[in-house]
Nanobody, 125 residues
Framework: QVQLVESGGGLVQAGGSLRLSCAAS????????MGWFRQAPGKEREFVGG????????YYADSVNGRFTVSRDNAKNTVYLQMNSLNPEDTAVYYC??????????????????WGQGTQVTVSS
């Protein structure tokens, strides 16, 4: 069992940066791949980025590639999402999620076993 709690969301101006954190409980955090998703009002939840359990690989949606960076610290049971050059289209609730490392499907929501409650990110123009 893994419990996930996101933090770090807020209001930021276009062009600004935010860093989201996702703290995990449970001794098995380091065995899970971690993903970040977001959901804007009226839209489906979409994959943003992810990181392998051992930090060897990272994966990003085209819309954020080059602006967002996912990292993790297994000693602290925490995964991060650094977001730079934010624009109003990035406004959404951001969720972290954990999936078994045996799955290679980063984009599918049903590949993930555990989810956080989400944190709101609002980018003003």
């Amino acid at each position: 069992q893994v419990q996930l709690v996101e933090s770090g969301g807020g209001l930021v101006q276009a062009g600004g940066s935010l860093r989201l954190s996702c703290a995990a409980s449970g001794r098995t955090f380091s065995t899970y791949d971690m993903g970040w998703f977001r959901q804007a009002p009226g839209k489906e939840r979409e994959f943003v980025g992810g990181i392998k359990w051992n930090s060897v690989g990272t994966y990003y949606a085209d819309s954020v590639n080059g602006r967002f960076t996912v990292s993790r610290d297994n000693a602290k049971n925490t995964v991060y999402l650094q977001m730079n050059s934010l624009n109003p289209e990035d406004t959404a609730v951001y969720y972290c999620a954990a999936k078994p490392r045996s799955s290679s499907n980063w984009y599918a929501r049903n590949a993930y076993d555990y989810w956080g409650q989400g944190t709101q990110v609002t980018v003003s123009s």
